[in-house]
């Protein structure tokens, strides 16, 4: 007798213990879906069919974009009213350009918010950058302006400040399978060199993997 009374206490004891964890499981699914949903009509709220435009009011910023410009220590409130935040969207993929206010160093960061878990957290895009003396190096918070070209489809970002004499453009077109950004030119100018217009420096060559029988 107690050991049936021991066998159905264990049986009750698992069944409360499986019954807690698949309403817990049920309940957080429901919490993310809730939370997906929220961010979902506060996006669509905001954008309202547009796929390119700017906001100038700090209250519009998406909640979750103002989270994760936070934790990049992007202070993008302190300007936002002269250099409003830009929202584009290219390939179906949404991107925010924001500057971020820092002392004598401010920064242009761009932010994916693209996928349904990226709307949740949007995520700081890194970018690739001429490293001197050679190479590229990728870095998320580029030392100058980003902006999107929308009449030629690109994105440039100018490296230097306003009293720098020297600047670096680089230009981007979003991957082949819009996976990240590639950088297919770099332009140079220097004001002390008599040079009125951006030259050249660097262009990406077009691959080949054809291959001839020798």
């Not at 309940?27 to 506060?42: H, I």
């Not at 390939?91 to 693209?114: E, M, T, V």
């Not at 995520?123 to 030392?143: C, I, K, M, Y």
């Not at 600047?167 to 991957?175: C, D, F, N, Q, T």
Request: hydrophobic letters at 40%; aromatic letters at 10%; proline letters at 5%.
């Amino acid at each position: 007798m107690r050991l049936a009374v021991s066998v159905l206490s264990a049986l009750v004891v698992t069944a409360t213990l499986l019954f807690t964890s698949v309403a817990a499981v049920v309940g957080e699914d429901g919490s993310q879906a809730a939370s997906l949903q929220d961010v979902r009509r506060e996006w669509y709220k905001l954008a309202q069919g547009r796929t390119e435009f700017e906001i100038s009011d700090p209250a519009l910023v998406p909640s979750q974009l103002a989270l994760a410009a936070k934790q990049s220590h992007c202070r993008y409130e302190l300007e936002i009213e002269q250099v409003p935040i830009r929202f584009v969207v290219l390939k179906d993929r949404r991107f925010a350009i924001l500057y971020c206010s820092a002392g004598a160093h401010p920064w242009n960061q761009l932010f994916d918010l693209s996928e349904n878990s990226t709307l949740q957290k949007p995520q700081p895009v890194q970018l690739p950058l001429l490293e001197h003396p050679d190479g590229f190096g990728a870095t998320s918070r580029p030392l100058g302006t980003i902006t999107w070209n929308s009449e030629i489809g690109v994105l440039q970002v100018e490296l230097g400040t306003d009293i720098s004499r020297a600047k670096l453009r680089h230009i981007y077109r979003l991957g082949h399978f819009a996976t990240s950004f590639v950088v297919v030119r770099v332009d140079y100018h220097c004001d002390e060199c008599a040079m009125d217009e951006w030259t050249t420096i660097w262009t990406a060559p077009k691959w080949s993997f054809s291959t001839k029988e020798k």
